[in-house]
Nanobody
């Protein structure tokens, strides 16, 4: 099992920045990739960014390219999401996730096996 705990959410005005963190513990050696997802009530969970644990290769949703950056500190078992130029449409609950598989859709929620509890991000106009 892998446990994930997110932090760093909050409220910010449009154009501002936030950095989310995710602390991983447990059987982290079984994790091949990690990602950030977001979800609003009544809507599907949306993949935001993914990073491979070994190579650091990243993938981003078109909606956040150029504004968000996913990174990791493998030694500290931390995952980050730096969010710049935030927009009101970025408002959502943000989740950290980990996958035991190298394969599958990069930002497909069904291909991730472990999830954190989420941290709320609210962007006001």
């Amino acid at each position: 099992q892998v446990q994930l705990v997110e932090s760093g959410g909050g409220s910010v005005q449009a154009g501002g920045s936030l950095r989310l963190s995710c602390a991983a513990s447990g059987a982290t050696s079984s994790v091949y990739r990690m990602g950030w997802f977001r979800q609003n009530p009544g809507k599907q969970r949306e993949g935001v960014a993914r990073i491979y644990s070994s190579s650091g290769n990243t993938v981003y949703a078109d909606s956040v390219k150029g504004r968000f950056t996913i990174s990791q500190d493998s030694a500290k078992k931390l995952l980050y999401l730096q969010m710049n130029s935030l927009k009101p449409e970025d408002t959502a609950m943000y989740y950290c996730a980990a996958s035991r598989s190298m394969y599958g859709a990069p930002l497909g929620a069904d291909d991730y096996h472990y999830w954190g509890q989420g941290t709320q991000v609210t962007v006001s106009s």
